[in-house]
């Protein structure tokens, strides 16, 4: 079975500064996807970033970006310029690829303070 | 905007009660799934449905049912609530490639 695994439950950052919050996963597939999913306080989650696995590339969406390291199974996710509007529990996820109807597997989540 | 709506923010029952969760979305998607978000444990699949009528179990699905009966609404279903299913319970919908999320239901079993 696939695992995603987040291993810190929280992080701080002050604003305008980087803050990178750290996942990685076990799987055997070769096909695969992965997702961060932000999830502000008493607010909707929300898709952040996309990374394919065939993608060599890392993903970058505005001050989002990855590091994604396939060998190591490791799915960092790198914010830039932080703003208050940052603030949020972030879950990193996992879905195989091919039919499995988009079912994904999720780490704990890290919760993010950003200071002013 | 896409969007995802759940029947109620906050509902509190009492233990052996019969609850009844909806979402509905307005998508038009195929895929309808149910979690349950705990602290520490992230979120956890509990059923899925990929079709009218069809459904699926995911991972943690003891002690829940689902119904499907029409596309845009997807029904989480307790049959007999315990303490244990206290919890925040999140719908989405969506494709394969981007799960769009309801804004939760607290539910309290007392």
């Known amino acids: 079975a696939q695992t995603v695994t987040q291993s810190q439950p929280e992080m701080s950052v002050q604003e305008a500064e980087t803050v990178t919050l750290s996942c990685t996963y076990d799987?055997?597939?070769?096909?695969?996807?992965l997702f961060w999913y932000k999830q502000p306080p008493s607010r909707q989650m929300i898709l952040v970033i996309r990374?394919?696995?065939?993608?060599?590339q890392n993903a970058t969406e505005n001050r989002f970006s990855v590091n994604f390291q396939k060998a190591a199974k490791s799915f960092s996710l790198k914010i830039s310029d932080s703003q208050l509007g940052d603030a949020a529990m972030y879950f990193c996820?996992?879905?195989?690829?091919?039919?499995?109807?988009?079912?994904?597997?999720f780490g704990q989540g890290t919760i993010l303070t950003v200071h002013p | 905007d896409v969007k995802v709506t759940q029947s109620s923010r906050y509902l509190v029952k009492r233990t052996g009660e019969k609850v009844f969760l909806e979402c509905v979305q307005d998508m038009d998607h195929e895929n309808m799934f149910w979690y349950r978000q705990d602290p520490g444990l992230g979120l956890r699949l509990i059923y899925f449905s990929y079709d009218v009528k069809m459904k699926e179990k995911g991972d943690i699905p003891e002690g829940y049912s689902v119904s499907r009966e029409k596309k845009e609404r997807f029904s989480l279903i307790l049959e007999s609530a315990s303490t244990n299913q206290t919890s925040m319970y999140l719908c989405a919908g969506g494709r394969y490639n981007e799960q769009f999320f309801g804004p939760g239901t607290r539910l309290t079993v007392l």
């Open positions: 990374q394919e696995a065939y993608k060599q």
């Open positions: 996820a996992y879905r195989i690829g091919g039919t499995s109807y988009g079912k994904l597997t």
């Open positions: 799987t055997s597939e070769s096909d695969y996807y």
